[in-house]
């Protein structure tokens, strides 16, 4: 499937924001499913899964944290964009670690929510569609759970296949230790985050070792990311 002819649920509890993200989205060649409430988004759900949500935080009823909450212990596993009004650290922090997978803050640009959506839709879609994930040196057959570093096996633990797995689908992306914890752990943002930086050791040791270049990069206040060598 190609990002054009996926499915797009829009929430958005301001008929004039929904009506502009609907006719955008279609014209781009989204099919495209609108809702104003988080109670109706998780019911359009139900009804037909989509392949990406565009989710705003303030709603009427359930905000768009809830709704992420509770479609994620469902077995909800689509991309969630958030839209947010608040350009605050703390907002989007929670939208990441509740499972959101990126966010847009108001007011926005059409041509940035398109192409963000575009861009999370070719990183899950590759995910789904193709066993093997590549990135520099580095591969890991989904399937089979082998990894090679430079043509040559190595031995992770599921904790360390879980992390670097992660951060390939993630390549060239920093990501917060808040966003490794719930997507590798599921832990709350009160998890232990000292967990990261040990697993993120393991991985250098068993990749990065004797390596120029090493692909597991630190930034610092930031996170860590998997850089490709090209980038």
Do not use: C
């Not at 924001?17 to 014209?27: E, H, P, V």
């Amino acid at each position: 499937m190609t990002e054009p002819n996926a499915k797009v649920l829009v929430v958005d509890d301001e008929p004039h924001i929904r009506d502009l993200l609907t006719t955008s989205l279609r014209f781009a060649g989204f099919d495209v499913r609108a809702v104003g409430a988080g109670a109706a988004a998780i019911s359009a759900v139900l009804e037909e899964e989509p392949d990406l949500i565009l989710l705003d935080v303030m709603l009427p009823d359930i905000n768009g944290f809830g709704v992420t909450k509770r479609l994620r212990a469902s077995g909800f596993t689509a991309p969630i964009l958030f839209l947010t009004a608040k350009d605050d650290t703390e907002d989007k922090i929670n939208g990441l670690t509740v499972g959101g997978d990126d966010y847009v803050t108001k007011p926005f640009s059409l041509d940035e929510i398109i192409a963000r959506i575009k861009a999370i839709l070719r990183r899950t879609m590759a995910e789904a569609d193709d066993a093997t994930l590549h990135v520099g040196d580095l591969a890991m057959n989904q399937d089979t759970h082998e990894v090679t570093v430079r043509g040559e096996e190595i031995e992770l633990s599921p904790t360390e296949f879980k992390l670097l797995r992660y951060l390939m689908l993630n390549a060239n992306r920093v990501l917060s230790k808040a966003q490794i914890l719930d997507h590798v752990w599921e832990y709350d943002f009160n998890g232990d985050v000292g967990i990261v930086e040990s697993y993120i050791s393991y991985l250098r040791r068993k990749i990065d070792d004797g390596s120029s270049e090493p692909m597991i990069v630190t930034k610092r206040g930031f996170g860590y990311m998997l850089k490709s060598p090209k980038a």
